[in-house]
């Protein structure tokens, strides 16, 4: 059954991102299912973390 871990805190800059990217590389090591999904609009650091190029991406609300 798939499992969900929400990384999340009310303050910046306490290592969200860091913890995220170090929880999901090492999951990975376990499992090859795993997504890793960093909803900070602002400032999305995991996508440069994995040396992701392609950092095109949208947003809708309605
Ligand atoms: N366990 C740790 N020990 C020391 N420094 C750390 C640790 N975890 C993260 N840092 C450092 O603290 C800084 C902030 O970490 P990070 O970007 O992961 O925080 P964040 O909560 O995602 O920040 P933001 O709210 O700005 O997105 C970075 O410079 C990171 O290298
Ligand atoms: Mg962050």
Redesign the pocket.
């Known amino acids: 059954m798939a499992q969900i871990i929400l990384v999340t ?1 009310f ?11 170090n929880l999901s590389y090492c999951l990975a090591q376990k499992t090859n299912k795993v997504i890793v999904c960093d909803c ?1 609009l ?2 999305r ?1 995991l996508d440069m973390m994995f040396k992701i190029k392609n950092r095109r991406f949208s947003t809708s609300a309605t």
Do not use: H, N
């Open positions: 805190s303050k910046g800059g306490v290592g969200k991102t860091t913890i995220s990217a900070d602002e400032s650091c």
